[in-house]
């Protein structure tokens, strides 16, 4: 296998404070693909991301991008890496397509007019190229943020939250560009709280909380190692206990004995192939029931258990 185009080796973070935001993380990205990493606030993404791009200094461990350590060789590394930050920051009183060119400039790329018309258009801003960034909506000037990042064609691009508080349509926008990225080869790292645009955009997913990495998985094999099926059967008459022929089962009663639980399955089909076994064993033994509502976990739903299993 080709060298990964990033490689993270216990990286750790202690702020100057003391507290520890990264806690020996290891990652690798190969190139060309889209990885997301999800986490609650105070993860420790966007320190991750920063340690990346050289915003913050790590503690320990090393960083290699494009195949160089980043602590030797850092500026050419990052002329190759574009950052949408998660916090609004930018020169608010210059027009949006001097500031879109001026990113490029700063990476030492040539002038490219027509590159940036490109980048304006495939974002909708266009029309504003000419209006200074702090006279737009909020949407907008992230939308400029983006162009920015895309400005000097990074070929390793971190989104860090894009579509925190942006409406549908940019955020449908925000999943069209990254997949036209995708298909130009370009490697995306996001971070977001939404996991459907996990679900809908990444390859691999990586679940980190408390500044350690806790797992990392491609997006399918993440909901059949941790997917779970839960089943909800109505009964016609309550139920004072678990009978003992059902007891095998993943069971419990809820609503006063009115309604059987069940929870199993490893996201795979198991599930809901043992649903239907527990519902012959119902009818077997003359336990009616009245309705049964089947649902599979989301990554959304994995995710918050993961989370609570850990605390
Ligand atoms: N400059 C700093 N000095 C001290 N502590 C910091 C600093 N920057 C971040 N932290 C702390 O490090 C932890 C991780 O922060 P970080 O911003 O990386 O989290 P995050 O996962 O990006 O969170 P969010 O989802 O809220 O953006 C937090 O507890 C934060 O308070
Ligand atoms: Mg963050």
Known sequence: MSEPILKIENLTKVYSGGFKALDDVDLQITKGEIFALLGPNGAGKTTLIGAVCGLVRPTSGTIRAFGDDLSHNWRSARARIGL????LSTDMFETVRRAVSFSRGLFGCKSDPARIEDILKSLSLWDKRDEQIRKLSGGMKRRVLIAKALA?????????????????ELRRDMWRLIGNLRDQGVTVILTTHYIEEAEEMADRVGVIRDGKLLMVDDKTSMMARLGRTEAHISLSAPMGEIPPEISEFPVHLAKDGMELCYRGGDGTGLGSREVAELTKALTAHGIDYIGIEIRESSLEDIFVGLVEDRT
């Open 84 to 87: 949408v930050p998660q916090e």
């Open 152 to 168: 000097h064609d990074p070929e390793l691009l971190f989104l860090d939250e894009p579509t925190a508080g942006v409406d549908v």
